[in-house]
């Protein structure tokens, strides 16, 4: 009998692209009819807030390897280089599908359902006062937030935004979702 060889390349698979697979079946959630539709806009921002700690800890995990000057190859062949760039390029694609998911099915079904998101531009008066009464009982979300340059010295409690499904009729208003928002090298609840 034949032994394999376990040094092989080909009988591994690398485990940051095998978590954006991962992250791709959750996305896949998002988009399934058969579930309903808060549960399917929750696995979206789950898949959102995975990315986000994929890449505030793989990501940054094999930069700073890098930095140090290693860029040997894995069990499965890649070196960090090459995992960097298929990285790059799987998450291009996820984050596209994400916003399609987004924009696309999940808000025109919320709209559908009399859900609706406003942006803080289009909230009268009554409605940010409302808001802010609010949410001054979550205190976690008054929080101001924010991540250095150096990934080393990143503070922040929590990569999540309240959002306000409905604002139009705060007297009706019952829950709340967290959806993560992304601003460049910072983070800033509004």
């Keep these: 009998m034949d032994q394999p060889d376990l ?91 994400q916003y399609a998911c987004l924009n696309e099915v999940l808000l025109p079904a919320l709209r559908h359902q009399g859900i609706e998101l406003l942006a803080r531009a289009t909230w009268n008066t009554d409605t940010a006062q409302w808001l802010e009464r609010y949410f001054d009982r979550f205190p976690e979300f008054r929080t101001r937030a924010s991540i250095s340059s150096c990934a080393s010295q990143a503070r922040m409690r929590s990569a999540a935004i309240p959002v306000s499904p409905s604002c139009r009729h705060p007297d009706r208003y019952r829950a709340w979702l967290r959806c993560p928002k992304k601003m460049g090298a910072s983070v800033s609840y509004c």
Excluded: M, W
Aim: hydrophobic share 40%; proline share 2%; net charge negative.
């Design 7 to 97: 040094r092989s390349a080909e009988h591994y698979i690398n485990r940051e692209l095998s978590l954006l697979e991962f992250n791709e079946r959750v996305l896949a959630q998002a988009l399934d009819t058969r579930i309903p539709l808060l549960e399917r806009l929750k696995f979206l921002c789950i898949s959102s807030n995975n990315l986000d700690e994929f890449f505030e800890i793989r990501v940054a995990g094999l930069k700073q390897r890098l930095e140090l000057g290693s860029n040997q190859p894995g069990a499965d062949g890649l070196s960090i280089t090459e995992q960097l760039q298929a990285i790059h390029d799987r998450t291009r694609s996820l984050v596209d599908a």
